[in-house]
């Protein structure tokens, strides 16, 4: 018999389109080999709606997997990259209205200029909701100046941008080393790269700035909910003068500016972890996903089956369960369902 569900909506469901990996292949094979071909749901339809099928109703907003694009080609080249998975989302949300229901844009982050116009193109003209960008972007950090117009633009625009980290396996957990071991780089590097990426967001007063700024952070908000007594007490510190520091200049608490972003459930499962976010971001700032399809074995059921299991055993109330799998997502990407 099959297992009924409430609809949820996959806030962010990464996929690499058939187009986009035949250009994607030519410009980095070795990409494509490593970290496409193992996870056939990224580019096999029929193998992603078997397992969507098993958790029906879902539908989900789509996000290009696996590798920036900004990671394996110059500028104009990435440019070209960004465009086509857009244009490849796009086709797939009018082809399959029953399965997708909304994308966020592939942005060329090495080519500012261009990535702009893509913003406005993917939102304007293909309905797009929101933009999808990498932390760091090739190894910088998203508080750098070179970075603000995209800022003001989603601020005006009142749609999210979507944060996913992507430290490099080269990337050493010890200066005396040359790669990371053992995985660390993602098991760990990961949720420290979302973390990262919202205290320099923070602390360089960028969330003051625009109080309009809609971010979603991935992995439930990385180490903050967890460490919320210690980064007030952290910035106290600095607000303090103490060892050096000047202080940060905010008009709030720093912690005020945390609770801004929002955060996805992919932390395959732990309904206690997810109370800690819950407790922290609230039931209106958390959504549904489950990094589908990566991250596990069993092609990405594995993930669905445990986020959602988690989800059930939270201790909140019915209403807010709907919010986390469908009202939020609804209201922040303004949806069409």
């Not at 990259?81 to 244009?87: G, S, T």
């Not at 909701?129 to 750098?144: A, I, R, S």
């Not at 596990?296 to 986020?307: A, H, I, L, P, S």
């Amino acid at each position: 018999m099959k297992q009924s569900y409430a609809l949820k909506i996959d806030a962010y469901s990464h996929i690499v389109p058939p187009k986009y990996r035949e250009t994607l292949y030519k410009v980095a094979p070795e990409m494509h080999d490593q970290q496409i071909l193992a996870c056939p749901p990224l580019y096999d339809l029929d193998a992603r709606f078997r397992i969507m099928d098993k958790y029906e109703p879902i539908r989900q907003v789509l996000t290009l997997g696996r590798i920036p694009v900004e990671h394996v080609a110059g500028p104009a080249k990435a440019a070209e990259l960004a465009r086509i998975a857009d244009d490849e989302m796009a086709e797939l949300i009018l082809k399959y209205p029953d399965r997708f229901v909304g994308a966020l844009a592939t942005l060329a982050m090495n080519n500012m200029d261009a990535a702009l116009q893509e913003t406005d193109r993917t939102i304007q003209d293909l309905g797009f909701k929101g933009v999808y960008l990498h932390t760091p972007v090739d190894e910088k950090p998203l508080d750098l100046p070179e970075f603000m117009p995209l800022y003001e633009k989603m601020s005006h625009y009142d749609l999210p941008i979507v944060i996913h980290p992507m430290r490099k396996p080269s990337h050493p957990d010890y200066m005396t080393e040359d790669v990371s071991k053992y995985w660390i780089f993602s098991l760990f590097g990961w949720p420290f790269d979302t973390t990262s990426a919202m205290a320099r967001l923070v602390c360089s007063g960028i969330m003051e700035q625009y109080p309009n700024l809609k971010i979603v952070t991935h992995h439930l908000g990385g180490m903050v909910p967890f460490y919320a007594e210690r980064i007030k007490q952290f910035t106290e510190l600095m607000e303090q003068g103490r060892n050096g520091g000047q202080g940060l200049g905010l008009k709030k608490e720093a912690i005020d500016y945390y609770k801004m972003f929002y955060a996805d459930t992919a932390i395959y499962g732990n309904p206690s972890a997810l109370m800690c976010g819950y407790t922290f971001f609230g039931a209106d700032h958390l959504l549904f996903g489950a990094d589908f399809p990566l991250g596990c074995v069993e092609q990405g059921d594995r993930n669905y089956r445990q986020t959602i299991d988690a989800i059930k055993h939270m201790d909140i109330t019915e209403a807010e369960r709907k919010m986390i799998y469908e009202d939020n997502a609804r209201s922040l990407m303004r949806l069409p369902l």
